[in-house]
């Protein structure tokens, strides 16, 4: 018995290391940005442009999201797409350390003492 309760508290010492490794990682994934990038085309606002008449529209990129059930969509500005990008990918990055973070917490409650 004696054994079983060191060898759970070595086991809940070990998860509380790497969920503390894990939450000083969050600080390296500053900023992000919730959402899933889209690149898609549009016709531009200048009535004179070929975009208009041609029928070649312009690329752009978007940011889409959910709020309230409904998805938003955010125009990216040229000058912040890949910044925007960088974002995004921390964003996924950050949600996957907080699952497993949540998953060691669901393993230290396994381990609790009664």
């Given at each position: ?11 809940n010492s070990a998860l509380g290391k790497k969920r503390d490794d894990l939450i000083r990682k969050v ?82 409650v396994r381990l609790r003492e009664d």
């Amino acid at each position: 018995m004696y054994k079983y309760i060191i060898d759970m508290k070595m086991k809940n010492s070990a998860l509380g290391k790497k969920r503390d490794d894990l939450i000083r990682k969050v600080a390296g994934f500053s900023p992000w940005i919730e959402g899933t990038l889209v690149n898609t085309t549009r016709i531009c606002g200048r009535k004179n442009c070929a975009c208009h008449t041609s029928g070649q529209k312009h690329p752009v990129m978007y940011i889409t999201w959910k709020e309230n059930g409904k998805t938003v969509s955010l125009y990216v500005p040229k000058k912040l797409e890949s910044d925007v990008r960088q974002w995004a990918e921390n964003y996924k990055r950050l949600k996957e350390i907080i699952r497993k973070i949540s998953n060691i917490q669901k393993d230290i409650v396994r381990l609790r003492e009664d």
